[in-house]
C-alpha cells in the first residue's frame, strides 16, 4: 500500500477547500440572485455557504487506501508533485507549492487542467475531481444535504422499525465444517448471479448435488443499508467502480449473493430479432434463432415475472416518454422483473429491501435450495482443479481463511466477465480468446435541469426505453449526489455550489449503446486485482453521439431550462429568462453543432460509464475464433463449463439480464444431457 504523508493531506485539503469552498459574502449573494428556484428560494444557506470539502480528506483518503495499486500510485505521484514548487512547476506553471495559492488561484490552476490540450492534465483534473466531489457527496453525513433537500438514504425504508412488504426467509449459507463434512459434490457453481443462479435451479432440479460458492457476501433484504456510500463500498466488487487503463471507462460490477440480478434496476429486456441474427449467422450459433432460445427467454420472463404490469413511472420517466412521442423518437415501457407489483424502490441499486424485485436470490437460488443446493459465502475460487484435461474441483479460499480443495464432477464458472477470464487463465487454461472481445454497452449521460423538482432519486428506476439510433438506445437512471457531481464537470468553485442546489431539479439521460466495432479486454494480476482496458471505434462514437443529441431534443421538448452533458470542453446550454424551451432555439442549434463538433472520445468527456461487461469468454464454433463451444464447456478442458454474460457473442444491445438467464438455461441444459450420457457409460 502507498503511503499518503502529511505534506499529502495538505495538499488534498486545499484541492477539496477549491472544489467545494467556503463561499464569500459576494458570493452568497450572487447564489441568492439567481433566478432559478432551487437558488432564489435557498434556506440554511449560512451553514452550506460555510461548508467546505477540506473536511473530507479523510474519507479521501481512506477510500484512495483502496484503490488498486497503480491508481494509489497515480493519486500518489499527483500529490507529490503538488506538494513542491517544483512538481507544480511542471504541472500548473508556477514555482511554488499549491498551497501557498489563494483559492482563486488554485481555482484557475484546476480549470487550466480541464481546458488544457495536455493528456496528462487532463487526466489529474480528473483523476482529482472525481474522486474528491465523489466521496464529499456520497458520505451520509454531507453538510449540503439539507440545503439540496436530499436525504442522503431511503427515509422510509432505512427506519429502524421497517416491516418489508414482500419478506423472504433467510437463504442458508454453509459454514467450513459443514462444507468439509461433504467429501464430493456433483457440480460446483462459482458465481450466485443471472447464469450461476440459473444453473443452479436447472441442475439441483435435475437431482444433481450443486455448490454455489459466491466471492462476495450474502445480505438478506432486511440487511440492505440504503445508502449511496454503503452500497457501493458493499456490493460492487473491490468495494469500487474499476477505471480502465487508459482511464476513460468506468466499470461497475456486483460482488454479492446474487450479483448483478441483486443490485441492478430491474430493466428486463429480450434481445432484439437483428442480435439473434447476427449471433446466429456471424458466429453460427443458430440456437440464438431457434425456438428453444425464444423457450428459454419466455422461461425466464416467467420465473421473474418480468412484465409492464404495475409500473409507477416517476418524473424522469413520464418525461422521457413525452420527450419521445413530441420528438418522433420510438419510445416504449420496459417490463420490469417484479411480478406486476408496483416497485418505486428508489435505492434498488443498493438491493431491494422490500424483496420486490425478482433477483436470482429471490427465484432461481431459491428454487435450487428448495431442490437440496448448497451456499456458501465470503468465499474466493482461486483456481479449478484439472486432471487429465477434466475438471475435477476447485481450489478455495473459504471466508478469507482456509484454502481448501473441494471437489466435484463438473464445475460451472459464472463468476462474471470481468472474473471469469482470469479463473480460466490462473487455472491452467491457454486459448487466446479468454478474456478478449470484450464490450461493455459504452454509456455517457446527458442532464436536463427543470424549473420544478424532478428528483431523479425516487420511484421506479428504469421503466421506459427510447431508440434514438441505429443500436442506441436512452434510458433513465438513477442518479444519487456523489454519482452525479462525481461525473459533471467541475467548472468553478461558485458554479459547483449553486449547481448542487439544482439537484433535486436534474433529470439524466443515460445513452445505452450496442457497441458494434470496439471492443477491450480483461485480465486478473497474481494478486487478483483485475484489469481492463478498451478501445472504442469511431463508428460506434458516431453513433453515442447521436444519441447525445437525441437527449438533448427530447429534454428540451419537455422543458429543460438547462442541458449539461459531460464534455470537458463544453459549457452547459441555459436559455435566457425571456426564452421558451425550444429544440429551434438559434442558440440551441448552435450549441448542438459545437456538441458535435467537440466530440466524446479523447478529451471529450470525464468517462464512458458501463455496468455490462460482455463476450470476454464467448460462444463459438472453433477454438479458433471463441473461447467457448457453442454448449458452454470450455475447449481445452472437458467439464468445464461458462454461463455467465462473458459467453455473449458480442453486444446484447439491451440491458443483459433475460439473455444471460436465457443462455444459462441452455448451458444447463447441455450439462443434464452429458451427466445423462455419463451415467450410462
Known amino acids: 500500500m502507498t503511503e499518503f504523508t502529511e505534506a499529502h493531506i495538505k495538499v488534498l485539503e486545499s484541492i477539496a477547500d477549491t472544489l467545494v469552498a467556503s463561499l464569500t459574502e459576494e458570493e452568497q449573494a450572487a447564489i441568492l440572485n439567481d433566478s432559478h428556484p432551487a437558488c432564489a428560494q435557498a434556506t440554511d444557506m449560512s451553514s452550506y455557504a460555510e461548508f467546505s470539502g477540506s473536511a473530507n480528506v479523510p474519507l479521501i483518503i481512506s477510500r484512495m487506501n483502496n484503490f488498486p495499486p497503480h491508481q494509489q500510485q497515480a493519486m500518489h505521484d499527483i500529490l507529490d508533485n503538488l506538494a513542491t514548487a517544483e512538481g507544480t512547476l511542471k504541472l500548473a506553471g508556477y514555482h511554488k507549492e499549491f498551497t501557498s495559492f489563494s483559492r482563486s488561484e488554485r481555482e484557475s490552476i484546476l480549470l487550466s487542467w480541464k481546458n488544457s490540450v495536455d493528456p496528462a492534465k487532463i487526466a489529474v483534473y480528473k483523476a482529482i475531481t472525481s474522486i474528491c466531489l465523489n466521496t464529499i457527496y456520497r458520505h451520509l453525513n454531507c453538510p449540503a444535504y439539507p440545503a439540496m433537500g436530499y436525504e442522503g438514504c431511503d427515509p422510509v425504508r432505512n427506519s429502524p422499525n421497517y416491516q418489508p412488504t414482500h419478506p423472504t426467509e433467510r437463504l442458508p449459507m454453509m459454514t467450513l465444517e459443514e462444507l468439509t463434512r461433504i467429501q464430493k459434490f456433483d457440480v460446483i457453481i462459482i458465481g450466485s448471479g443471472a447464469g450461476g443462479g440459473v444453473c ?68 428486463s429486456l429480450k434481445p432484439s430479432q437483428h442480435t439473434r441474427k447476427k449471433w446466429a449467422k456471424d458466429f453460427g450459433l443458430p440456437y440464438f434463432l431457434s425456438t428453444q432460445f425464444t423457450t428459454d427467454l419466455n422461461h425466464v420472463y416467467n420465473r421473474i415475472g418480468a412484465s409492464t404490469s404495475g409500473i409507477k413511472h416517476n418524473k424522469s420517466n413520464q418525461y422521457l416518454l413525452e420527450g419521445c412521442i413530441k420528438t418522433g423518437f420510438p419510445v416504449c415501457e420496459v417490463p420490469q422483473n417484479t411480478s406486476g407489483r408496483s416497485h418505486e424502490c428508489n435505492w434498488c441499486f443498493y438491493g431491494c429491501k422490500d424483496g420486490v424485485k425478482n433477483g436470482t436470490m429471490n427465484t432461481w437460488l431459491r428454487d435450487a435450495h428448495d431442490c437440496g443446493a448448497k451456499f456458501i459465502d465470503r468465499s474466493e475460487v482461486t483456481r479449478v482443479l484439472i486432471q487429465d484435461n477434466r475438471a475435477v474441483g476447485v481450489e478455495c479460499t473459504i471466508q478469507g481463511e482456509s484454502k481448501v480443495n473441494i471437489y466435484a464432477d463438473r464445475i460451472v464458472v459464472s463468476a462474471g466477465s470481468m472474473r471469469t477470464p482470469g479463473l480460466l487463465i490462473n487455472s491452467g487454461l491457454t486459448n487466446k480468446h479468454i478474456g478478449r472481445n470484450l464490450h461493455i454497452h459504452p454509456s455517457t449521460l446527458v442532464f436536463g435541469v427543470f424549473d420544478k423538482p424532478i428528483n431523479m432519486h ?154 455490462h461487461p460482455m463476450s470476454s469468454c464467448r460462444l463459438g464454433l472453433s477454438p479458433e475464433i471463441s473461447a467457448t463451444k457453442p454448449s458452454g464447456e470450455t475447449w481445452e478442458v472437458k467439464n468445464l463449463y461458462v454461463a455467465d454474460a462473458s459467453l455473449l457473442p458480442s453486444s446484447a444491445g439491451v440491458n443483459p439480464m433475460v439473455t444471460i438467464e436465457a443462455v444459462a438455461l441452455h448451458v444447463s441444459s447441455n450439462i443434464i444431457k452429458a451427466a445423462k450420457s455419463d451415467a450410462h457409460l
Not at 219 to 242: A, V
Not at 531 to 544: A, G, M, Q, W
Not at 577 to 590: F, T, V
Request: overall charge neutral; some cysteine.
Open 200 to 267: 443452479a435451479a436447472q441442475l439441483a432440479a435435475a437431482d444433481q448435488s450443486v455448490l454455489v460458492i459466491e466471492k462476495g457476501r450474502y445480505y438478506h433484504e432486511r440487511e440492505y443499508q440504503l445508502t449511496e456510500e454503503h452500497g457501493i463500498t458493499t456490493l460492487l466488487d473491490s468495494g469500487e467502480p474499476l477505471l480502465n487503463k487508459s482511464g476513460n471507462v468506468q466499470m461497475l460490477f456486483a460482488s454479492t449473493f446474487g450479483g448483478s440480478t441483486t443490485v441492478n434496476w430491474s430493466a
Open 458 to 611: 425516487q420511484g421506479s428506476i428504469i421503466t421506459a426505453v427510447a431508440d434514438v439510433a441505429d443500436g442506441v438506445k436512452l434510458e433513465v437512471p438513477n442518479v444519487h449526489a456523489g454519482a452525479l457531481y462525481g461525473l459533471l464537470p467541475w467548472r468553478g468553485s461558485l458554479h459547483h455550489k449553486q449547481l448542487v442546489l439544482k439537484y433535486r431539479y436534474f433529470m439524466p439521460l443515460i445513452t445505452l449503446t450496442s457497441d458494434r466495432e470496439s471492443s477491450g479486454y480483461v485480465t486478473t494480476d497474481k494478486c487478483g486485482q483485475v484489469t481492463f482496458d478498451y478501445t472504442l471505434h469511431r463508428s460506434d462514437h458516431e453513433r453515442i453521439l447521436k444519441a447525445v443529441d437525441s437527449a438533448i431534443q427530447v429534454l428540451c421538448s419537455v422543458g429543460a431550462r438547462e442541458i449539461h452533458t459531460m464534455q470537458l470542453g463544453i459549457n452547459p446550454f441555459i436559455f435566457y429568462k425571456d426564452e421558451e424551451a425550444n429544440i429551434n432555439n438559434p442558440r440551441l442549434k448552435q450549441w448542438r453543432a459545437r456538441v458535435r463538433q467537440h466530440g466524446l472520445t479523447g478529451d471529450g468527456v470525464t468517462t464512458y460509464l458501463s455496468a
